[in-house]
C-alpha cells in the first residue's frame, strides 16, 4: 500500500530563518506530487506540483521554492521566511490522471 | 478561471442526514472529488464523480450532475465523529481546485 511522510509535524522559526521541508511517498511510481499551504479555518492553497523529477510548476509567486530531486521525494524551500509564510503545510500524492490525491500528516508552521 | 462555491457552515442533528452543495465553474471538467478534514488533520478523500449520478460509500454519497455543473455529499445517519469540515475539488487537466469547504457541526 501507499504512504506518504512528511516531516516535520510541527515547527517554529524566526522571521528571516531559511526553511525546509521534506515529502517522501512510497508504494507507488511516477506519482504526481504537490505541496499546498492552509491557513488556519481557511482553504487549500496549491503552492506547487510536480509531475516529474526535476519538472516543477508554481501555481503562486511567492518567497517559496520546491525542488524534486527524486521520484519519490519533494522539498519545500524558503530563503528567508516571512511572518505569513505561518501555515499548515500539507503534501500529497495522485496517481496520473486520477481524481484522487492522498495528503500527509502535515507541517504546522509558526514564523515568530 | 474556475472557481467552486459550497456553504460555508451546516448544523445538524445526530442520525439525521445532510447534504453539502458545490456549484463549480471551470474548463476542462473531468470530474468532482469530495474530502474531509477533522480540526488539526489532514484532509481524506471521500468520493470522485465522473460521470453523472450517484456514488454510494456506506453512510456517504456523492452526486454529479456535469450540466448543472454541480454535486453534492450526502451523509446520513450523522454522527458526532462527523463534525469536520468537508471540501469539494474539481478535476481538471490541471491539479485540483478546491472549494473553501463547509464546516459541518452535528449536535445532539
Known amino acids: 500500500s501507499q504512504t506518504i511522510h512528511q516531516w516535520p509535524a510541527t515547527l517554529v522559526q524566526p522571521v528571516g530563518s531559511p526553511l525546509s521541508l521534506e515529502c517522501t511517498v512510497e508504494?507507488?511510481?511516477?506519482?504526481?506530487l504537490y505541496w499546498y499551504r492552509q491557513a488556519a479555518g481557511r482553504g487549500l492553497q496549491l503552492l506547487f506540483y510536480?509531475?516529474?523529477?526535476?519538472?516543477i510548476s508554481s501555481e503562486v509567486p511567492q518567497n517559496l521554492s520546491a525542488s524534486r530531486p527524486q521520484d519519490r521525494q519533494f522539498i519545500l524551500s524558503s530563503k528567508k521566511l516571512l511572518l505569513s509564510d505561518s501555515g499548515f503545510y500539507l503534501c500529497?500524492?495522485?496517481?496520473?490522471?486520477?481524481?484522487?490525491?492522498?495528503f500527509g500528516p502535515g507541517t504546522r508552521l509558526t514564523v515568530l | 478561471g474556475q472557481s467552486l462555491e459550497q456553504p460555508s457552515e451546516v448544523t445538524a442533528v445526530e442520525g439525521a442526514i445532510v447534504q453539502i452543495n458545490c456549484t463549480y465553474q471551470?474548463?476542462?471538467?473531468?470530474?468532482l472529488s469530495w474530502y474531509q478534514q477533522h480540526d488539526g488533520g489532514a484532509p481524506t478523500f471521500l468520493s470522485y464523480?465522473?460521470?453523472?449520478g450517484l456514488e454510494e460509500t456506506g453512510r456517504f454519497s456523492s452526486f454529479l450532475s456535469r450540466s448543472d455543473s454541480y454535486g453534492y455529499l450526502l451523509l446520513q445517519e450523522l454522527q458526532m465523529k462527523d463534525s469536520a469540515s468537508y471540501f469539494c475539488?474539481?478535476?481538471?487537466?490541471?491539479?485540483?481546485?478546491f472549494g473553501k469547504g463547509t464546516r459541518l457541526s452535528v449536535i445532539a
Open positions: 500529497a500524492w495522485s496517481g496520473v490522471g486520477v481524481g484522487e490525491q492522498f
Open positions: 464523480n465522473a460521470l453523472d
Open positions: 508504494g507507488t511510481s511516477n506519482p504526481n
Open positions: 475539488a474539481v478535476r481538471r487537466n490541471t491539479p485540483l481546485v
Open positions: 510536480s509531475v516529474g523529477i526535476g519538472q
Open positions: 471551470t474548463s476542462g471538467f473531468y470530474g
